[in-house]
């Protein structure tokens, strides 16, 4: 059994059995998960997450799952490096980069969904769903047929290849909706309300979103216990950014590090920026925009989680920062050729964001920052295709080689 004890509403505080249902029936507030945190502190410790497996499931008992075996395709675990040559670039000495990128379908959304589909298990659906953006159909599509769920997913039309493709291989129903992300998931929600399905990021979201928490924790714990001083996150619905906050929290709550003076960055393109313009303008109100940018995987205009994710920049004194789309391919490229990561555009959104604040003077070379990367460039190549040198094209033979060394110089 989980230390789960509730759903609880974010907005009034009414609490609810540990059902699929997302939202309050008095204030249409969103529900969110609720722990035994006594009970935690009982059982938690160290030594004990140290002994556990080497994946996101070592923090079990931070998650609200019941089931002994897990929906688990090895999500999480994945590389926090010392990101010395791109911080040369920054003026910044104590950069790290949480590599997200090698996760088993190439982003982080692998941490929600193996939450989100261990619970729909346990709910007993035979059929999971999700709206998504691009790196969540791949995920869902995944995670179902490791567990032999049927799956049906809604993507934009517009998708890159990649995403398309990265899903499709796994088997599901891949449906493409002529229309953007927030037209799919309005009519997602019209299905769920018909169809009895895990909609993972609808239904299911107050369990699902706890995925996220893993990050944070994880980069506590390869940090040496500690958090960091300040964490650049890209956005898009806001749960990703408030989670990881909400997971810093729960590790000094139980006693794990010391107080969390993280500063939390809300990153994001200009063509997408419905939370930068809320913190812009000094509100935790979010007013909805039409996206246009090739970031298409933060390309939400009407983010379910903005509010949530204003008040966690403002609870832990962050910031937020919209770059360009050409500021995104600069940031993609300057990440490759530094540390050897091929991020997506997300990732080249943190990066053109991390060059503003670090130039700005809002992080200083000494403070301890990560840069949190969370999906793969080798699904979004449309970005870039155009921007890179193209490879010195030669017959095989040496003279020809050393004439295309010769044009080249
Ligand atoms: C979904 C996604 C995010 C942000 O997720 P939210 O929790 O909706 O804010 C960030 N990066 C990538 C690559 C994503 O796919
Ligand atoms: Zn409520």
Redesign the pocket.
């Known amino acids: 059994m989980s230390y789960a004890k509730a759903l609880r509403c974010r907005e009034c505080g009414r609490e609810y059995p540990l059902e699929p249902i997302h939202v309050c029936e008095f204030c249409f507030g969103p529900l969110e998960v609720e722990y035994d945190y006594d009970a935690i502190s009982q059982v938690i410790s160290r030594e004990k997450i140290a002994q556990g497996p080497i994946g996101m499931w070592r923090y079990r008992d931070l998650l609200p799952v019941d089931s002994e075996e897990v929906v688990d395709i090895s999500a999480g675990f994945t590389p926090l490096i010392k990101a010395d040559n791109l911080g040369r670039e920054f003026g910044l000495r104590e950069l790290y980069v949480k590599n997200d990128c090698v996760n088993p379908t190439y ?3 692998d941490r ?1 969904v193996s939450v989100a589909i261990t619970k729909a298990k346990e709910f007993g659906f035979d059929t999971v769903a999700c709206a998504s ?4 159909a791949c995920s869902v599509a995944a995670h179902a047929a490791k567990c032999g769920l049927k799956a049906y997913v809604f993507v934009p039309s517009d998708l890159e290849q990649g995403k398309m493709i990265g899903t499709a291989i796994y088997g599901p129903t891949l449906v493409a909706v002529n229309g953007n992300y927030d037209e799919v998931n309005r009519l997602c929600s019209e299905i769920s309300d018909k169809y009895r399905w895990a909609f993972v990021n609808i239904n299911i979201r107050p369990y699902y ?1 706890e995925g ?1 928490k893993t990050l944070g924790y994880e980069v506590a714990e390869q940090l040496g216990w500690r958090a960091p001083e300040h964490a650049v ?9 408030s ?1 990881i906050w909400k997971g810093l929290n729960e590790l000094a709550l139980l006693g794990l590090i010391g107080p969390v003076k993280t500063r939390m960055y809300a990153t994001q393109a200009e063509g997408s920026a419905p939370i930068v313009a809320a913190f812009r303008a000094g509100s935790t109100h979010v007013h909805p925009v039409r996206p246009n940018t090739i970031v298409k ?2 390309a ?1 205009g009407n ?3 903005g509010y949530f ?1 204003l008040k966690t920049i403002q609870e832990s004194q962050g910031a937020a920062c919209a770059v360009s789309d050409a500021e995104v391919v600069d940031g993609m490229k300057l990440l490759a050729e530094t540390e050897g990561i091929f991020a ?1 555009t ?2 080249g959104v943190v990066v053109a964001s991390l060059k503003r604040l670090a130039a700005e003077g809002a992080i200083k070379p000494d403070e301890l920052t990560v840069a949190f990367i ?2 793969c460039g080798l699904k979004t190549q449309e970005a870039i295709a155009g921007s890179l040198k193209p490879p010195l094209t030669i017959d095989a033979n040496l003279a020809s080689f050393e004439e295309a060394l010769k044009e080249q110089a």
């Not at 996150?233 to 950014?241: E, F, H, Q, R």
């Open positions: 982003s982080f959304k929600v953006t691009g790196n969540l979103s996220s996150v890209p956005v898009a619905s806001g749960s990703l950014l989670k995987s933060l939400i983010p379910a989680e994710a997506e997300a990732g969370t999906g």
